[in-house]
Every structure is written in structure tokens, then in C-alpha cells.
């Protein structure tokens, strides 16, 4: 088992940044894949930025150029700079953890971009 605490959410003006973190329990998180997920009210869940067990990175076209993705093996945790926002951005933010058969969700940190 897996837990996952995500921090760093909050509200935002437009074309301001934040930065999600999320830790994992356990010790073997670098074994991981992990990636970051958002919802909006009303729509799926969609994926938002992976990061491979290697480091190898993967964006949705929405956020290119202004998300990046990162993780620090030796402090079990995932980090979203967030530059850029926009209000097409404001979504509940989920950590995940990944290494097949398993798959683990955190509790989801809300972003708010709004004047």
C-alpha cells in the first residue's frame, strides 16, 4: 500500500504560478510511475503530466511549455511547477502512483485561477 499526501494548492490569479507537491509512504516510490491528474466540475478526469520510474516526462497538449513535472527519489515526493495559469486550469489535483498491478491515488488539492 501506497499512501499519497498532496499539498500546494490554493487560488490564483490568472497568468500566476503554483507548485502541487506529493509524498509517498513508502520507500519504494522510485520504482513508481507517477503523474498528476486534475478534474474540473462537470468533466473527467483527465491526465495532466506523467513521470516515468526512468524520468522520462509526458504533458497533455494543454499544458505544455507551462506545467513541469518532477520527482526526488531520495524524498519520495513528485512536485507540478505550474506556471501560466489560466481559469481553464482550476481543477481538483490528484497524485498518482503506478507500477503495475498497483495504482494509487491521493485525496486531491484544489486549484483556483481567478481574478
Known amino acids: 500500500q501506497v499512501q499519497l499526501v498532496e499539498s500546494g494548492g490554493g487560488l490564483v490569479q490568472p497568468g500566476g504560478s503554483l507548485r502541487l507537491s506529493c509524498t509517498a509512504s513508502r520507500s519504494a516510490f522510485s520504482t513508481y510511475a507517477m503523474g498528476w491528474y486534475r478534474q474540473a466540475p462537470g468533466k473527467e478526469r483527465e491526465k495532466v503530466a506523467s513521470i516515468s520510474s526512468g524520468g522520462s516526462t509526458n504533458y497533455a497538449d494543454s499544458v505544455k511549455g507551462r506545467f513541469t513535472i518532477s520527482r526526488d527519489n531520495a524524498k519520495n515526493t513528485v512536485s507540478l511547477q505550474m506556471n501560466s495559469l489560466k481559469p481553464e486550469d482550476t481543477a481538483v489535483y490528484y497524485c498518482?502512483?503506478?507500477?503495475?498491478?498497483?495504482?494509487?491515488w491521493g485525496q486531491g488539492t484544489q486549484v483556483t485561477v481567478s481574478s
Open positions: 498518482n502512483a503506478n507500477r503495475i498491478p498497483f495504482d494509487y
